[in-house]
């Protein structure tokens, strides 16, 4: 079966970090493209990141460029979302996803809360 789990979520100050990985199982991860959403409430689902299948391209939200670093490891099937310089705006619960074609995957969604 498949399976996309969050983690790495939790509490953090404004200007602190965390590191948010998703871990995949049940399919072959090495092919497909992997991404970072994220939903406020009240608010739509926001593409936050994605990454190609090799690695080699990325792409960023604008109110993220810059403080947010998505990569991957095709070794151990987990993608990971690096968050730096987090701003209470960046409160939301993330969700990862796999893309190849029609085909789409998510996981359950991790909360992360910025706040003093």
């Known amino acids: 079966q498949v399976q996309l789990v969050e983690s790495g979520g939790g509490l953090v100050q404004p200007g602190g970090s965390l590191r948010l990985s998703c871990l995949a199982s049940?399919?072959?991860?090495?092919?497909?493209?992997m991404n970072w959403h994220r939903q406020a409430p009240g608010k739509e689902r926001e593409l936050v990141a994605s990454i190609s299948s090799g690695g080699t391209s990325t792409v960023y939200a604008d109110s993220v460029k810059g403080r947010f670093t998505i990569s991957r490891d095709n070794f151990k099937n987990t993608v990971y979302l690096q968050m730096n310089s987090l701003k209470p705006e960046d409160t939301a619960v993330y969700y990862c996803?796999?893309?190849?074609?029609?085909?789409?995957?998510w996981g359950q969604g991790t909360q992360v809360t910025v706040s003093s």
């Open positions: 996803s796999a893309g190849l074609a029609a085909t789409r995957y």
């Open positions: 049940g399919f072959i991860f090495s092919i497909y493209d």
